[in-house]
């Protein structure tokens, strides 16, 4: 079946480095868009990044230049390096399956997430 799972998420300072991993098996890895949200109590699931199957990288405005994804298919593995950390990217970051057609920045579009990974960020 299906797996994703997250990991290297933790505490760190504002201004610091973070670099999350997710782990996919059960499906034909290096066929699939991948993307990472995050969430916050109360909030609905945001968009982050996603890196489609050709390696092309989306991102959204708030991490623009800042988060980096990427992908090694011979590992099945998508990683999303985190760079000059904020508070406001404190959050329950997940990683997720991307298979239908309403756009890369909506969570419907995604089939199958992990358990996710906190991040939290103090100044």
């Known amino acids: 079946q299906v797996q994703l799972e997250e990991s290297g998420g933790g505490l760190v300072q504002a201004g610091g480095s973070l670099r999350l991993s997710c782990a996919a098996s059960?499906?034909?890895?290096?066929?699939?868009?991948m993307g990472w949200f995050r969430q916050t109590p109360g909030k609905e699931r945001e968009f982050v990044a996603t890196v489609r199957s050709d390696a092309n990288e989306y991102y959204a405005g708030s991490v623009k230049g800042r988060f980096t994804i990427s992908r090694d298919n011979a590992k099945n593995t998508v990683y999303l390096q985190m760079n000059s950390l904020k508070p406001e990217d404190t959050a329950l970051y997940y990683c997720?399956?991307?298979?239908?057609?309403?756009?890369?920045?909506?969570?419907?579009?995604?089939?199958?997430w992990g358990q996710g990974t906190q991040v939290t960020v103090f100044s």
């Open positions: 997720g399956r991307y298979t239908h057609s309403f756009g890369y920045t909506r969570a419907e579009s995604y089939d199958y």
């Open positions: 059960g499906f034909t890895f290096r066929s699939y868009a």
